[in-house]
């Protein structure tokens, strides 16, 4: 049983910042890349950005520039730094984990931004 668990959303003002942080459990044998999505109400699930074990990133374009993704994916930790954030950012934020047997999900954390 692999398990992902994340934190740091909350609420913030437009503009300001937050970090999110995921640590994965369980039955591991590899992962091939982690990153973040969201899904805002009424919108379909997102890619917002993925680090793969050798270090290489990739972003949404939406967020390229004021989020950074960053961790280790050997050591089965990543984290999302987001700052100058937009109302539009508002969402609930999953961790994700690509392994050879599939993907596993954390169970979402809220980012709220108030304008």
């Known amino acids: 049983q692999v398990q992902l668990v994340e934190s740091g959303g909350g609420l913030v003002q437009a503009g300001g910042s937050l970090r999110l942080s995921c640590a994965a459990s369980g039955s591991i044998f590899r992962f091939n890349a982690m990153g973040w999505y969201r899904r805002a109400p009424g919108k379909q699930r997102e890619l917002v950005a993925a680090?793969?074990?050798?270090?290489?990133?990739n972003y949404a374009y939406s967020v390229k520039g004021r989020f950074t993704i960053s961790g280790d994916v050997a050591r089965k930790t990543v984290y999302l730094q987001m700052n100058s954030l937009k109302p539009e950012d508002t969402a609930v934020y999953y961790c994700?984990?690509?392994?050879?047997?599939?993907?596993?999900w954390g169970q979402g954390t809220q980012v709220t931004v108030s304008s």
């Open positions: 680090i793969t074990s050798g270090g290489n990133t």
């Open positions: 994700n984990a690509n392994e050879i047997r599939g993907d596993y």
